[in-house]
């Protein structure tokens, strides 16, 4: 999957940092990057970066015993490369782990397992129940996500045709053209899509079992993994992380 994605070059801009002249941080700091744009896992509110991932990466590499740098926002498709670049040190996004990304950077232990959903205005009469169905749709996605991956397989499949691909910046975007009418679907994980149908006019047709797992990123030279590791073991045995679950899922 994400084959477009990683070839993507690093350029667009953070919402509490930009990369121009950012440096991940030191032995003693490690420095978090995100794609705010993937409630609840992560997205901003007045201005500040919350969510799942951003509470629990906190948590994370404070029991791990480092400091916590300022939050990066950048695109998805960036993250990767930007880790590699050294400009961040960690990855928090709702990445999914999966084999073309290991080739890449490390992923800590899973900490949450996913599926995919496909959406679909709530009050239209597209109301598919399976993939069979999509064909001869538009259907969307955000880039260098799991659920491009579902349909770039749909298209090598001849399920649907490339035309009626249409690919975002993040689920935002491709949420409001769903609303809009410019799409009849969209392919995005089952928690975020969850959370769309609280707070917009769209509902869930039916799920992809993918059987995903997200993993936090890191480098492959970096030796903190170990750390991150024993810290969201440490978070489950002592319950911190059924509290973060009730908080940002519940």
């Given at each position: 999957?994400?084959?477009?994605?990683?070839?993507?070059t690093?350029?667009a801009?953070?919402?509490?940092?930009?990369?121009?002249?950012?440096q991940g941080?030191?032995?003693?700091?490690i420095?978090?990057?995100?794609?705010?744009?993937?409630?609840?896992?992560?997205?901003?509110?007045?201005?500040?970066?919350?969510?799942?991932?951003?509470?629990?990466?906190?948590?994370?590499?404070?029991?791990?015993?480092?400091?916590?740098?300022?939050?990066?926002?950048?695109?998805?498709?960036?993250?990767?490369?930007?880790?590699?670049?050294?400009?961040?040190d960690?990855?928090a996004?709702?990445?999914?782990?999966?084999?073309?990304?290991?080739e890449?950077?490390?992923?800590?232990?899973p900490?949450?397992?996913?599926?995919?959903?496909?959406?679909?205005?709530?009050?239209?009469?597209?109301?598919?129940?399976s993939?069979?169905?999509?064909?001869?749709?538009?259907?969307?996605?955000?880039?260098?996500?799991?659920?491009?991956?579902?349909?770039?397989?749909?298209?090598?499949?001849?399920t649907?045709?490339?035309?009626?691909y249409?690919?975002?910046?993040?689920y935002?975007?491709a949420?409001q053209?769903?609303?809009n009418?410019?799409?009849?679907?969209?392919?995005i994980?089952?928690?975020?899509?969850?959370?769309f149908?609280?707070?917009?006019s769209?509902?869930?047709?039916?799920?992809?079992?993918?059987?995903?797992q997200?993993?936090?990123g890191?480098?492959q030279?970096?030796?903190?993994?170990a750390?991150?590791?024993?810290?969201?073991?440490?978070?489950?045995?002592?319950?911190?992380?059924d509290?973060?679950?009730?908080e940002?899922?519940?």
């Amino acid at each position: 999957m994400d084959r477009r994605a990683y070839l993507q070059t690093v350029g667009a801009v953070g919402v509490s940092a930009t990369l121009a002249g950012c440096q991940g941080g030191s032995d003693d700091t490690i420095v978090p990057g995100t794609n705010a744009t993937f409630p609840p896992f992560e997205y901003t509110q007045d201005g500040e970066i919350v969510g799942f991932d951003v509470a629990l990466a906190e948590e994370v590499i404070d029991r791990a015993g480092y400091e916590v740098g300022e939050w990066v926002d950048i695109d998805f498709g960036s993250l990767i490369p930007s880790l590699n670049d050294g400009d961040i040190d960690l990855i928090a996004a709702g990445m999914t782990i999966e084999p073309g990304r290991k080739e890449q950077i490390d992923f800590s232990d899973p900490y949450w397992e996913a599926s995919q959903a496909v959406l679909v205005r709530a009050d239209g009469g597209f109301q598919p129940g399976s993939v069979d169905e999509l064909a001869d749709r538009r259907v969307g996605a955000q880039a260098g996500t799991t659920g491009e991956g579902q349909i770039e397989d749909l298209i090598e499949a001849g399920t649907i045709t490339e035309s009626d691909y249409r690919q975002y910046e993040n689920y935002t975007l491709a949420v409001q053209d769903l609303e809009n009418g410019n799409v009849d679907a969209v392919v995005i994980d089952v928690p975020v899509a969850q959370n769309f149908t609280a707070e917009r006019s769209v509902a869930v047709a039916f799920e992809i079992d993918t059987g995903e797992q997200y993993g936090l990123g890191m480098r492959q030279d970096d030796d903190r993994i170990a750390d991150i590791n024993d810290a969201i073991a440490e978070i489950r045995e002592d319950g911190t992380y059924d509290d973060l679950v009730a908080e940002w899922h519940e």
